[in-house]
């Protein structure tokens, strides 16, 4: 089952932030948190990830509270281009190899004129 | 995404008939995996290799056989064809498991098992 919890669809106007809550209260101390979009049809995009501090490169802010058990990704300037299915996703250690990532349904987000 | 590729993109085929399909690589990662979507369940991981020969299940494998004969290529066969199969399929690669920068997925192949 995936252990983050996110609200199945958003709006946003375009040239406005857009701020996608992520619920993962029962994240352990060495998970990380990231987030990828999918726009129609494409293969996922890996966009940010986090341990504790906030992050932020060209596409988007991650803000991780204190507690770790929610974060949020800002897009600083959402474009129609933006309008896609965002993931997030906490990484999973198991023993071996494999750094499993589990995959929920996401947040729909809509770019709207 | 550039450096890696799957095909073929679009595939129908009948139920019971063996199918391969084909992820490729460029990027020299060490790590390769598919995924299967489908509406309601997200992505699901099926098989992932962590090098050449090496290869593990994820946790919708029944039904499925991989191969990794070289780095660059990760070959996903449904040995028999069923309509749960019909999926959208997506191969991943990531250079390690200290990566900085995620996964780098492909554009996916829309199977249709009829």
């Known amino acids: 089952d995936a252990k983050t919890t996110q609200p199945p669809s958003m709006d946003c106007a375009e040239g406005r932030a857009a701020n996608l809550p992520c619920n993962h209260s029962?994240?352990?101390?060495?998970?990380?948190v990231y987030w990828y979009r999918q726009i129609h049809s494409q293969g996922p995009q890996y966009i940010i990830h986090g341990l504790k501090n906030n992050e932020t490169n060209e596409m988007a802010s991650l803000i991780i509270t204190e507690d770790r058990k929610s974060s949020t990704l800002i897009l600083p300037h959402a474009t129609l281009r933006d309008t896609a299915v965002y993931y997030c996703i906490v990484r999973v250690n198991n023993a071996g190899n494999n750094r499993k990532l589990i995959w929920g349904l996401g947040t729909s987000l809509a770019v709207n004129p | 995404d550039a450096g890696i590729t799957q095909s073929p993109r679009h595939k129908v085929t009948e139920t019971g008939t063996p199918v391969t399909l084909r992820c490729h690589q460029t990027?020299?990662?060490?790590?390769m995996y598919w995924y299967r979507q489908d509406p309601g369940h997200g992505l699901r991981l099926i098989h992932y290799s962590y090098g050449v020969k090496d290869t593990d299940k994820g946790e919708v494998s029944d039904g499925y056989s991989v191969s990794r004969s070289k780095t660059e290529d990760f070959l996903l066969t449904l040995e028999s064809a069923t309509s749960s199969q019909t999926s959208v399929y997506f191969c991943?690669?990531?250079?390690?498991?200290?990566?900085?920068?995620?996964?780098?997925f492909g554009s996916g192949t829309r199977l249709t098992v009829v």
């Open positions: 991943a690669i990531s250079e390690s498991v200290r990566t900085r920068i995620g996964y780098t």
């Open positions: 990027e020299n990662h060490r790590y």
């Open positions: 029962t994240i352990s101390g060495n998970e990380y």
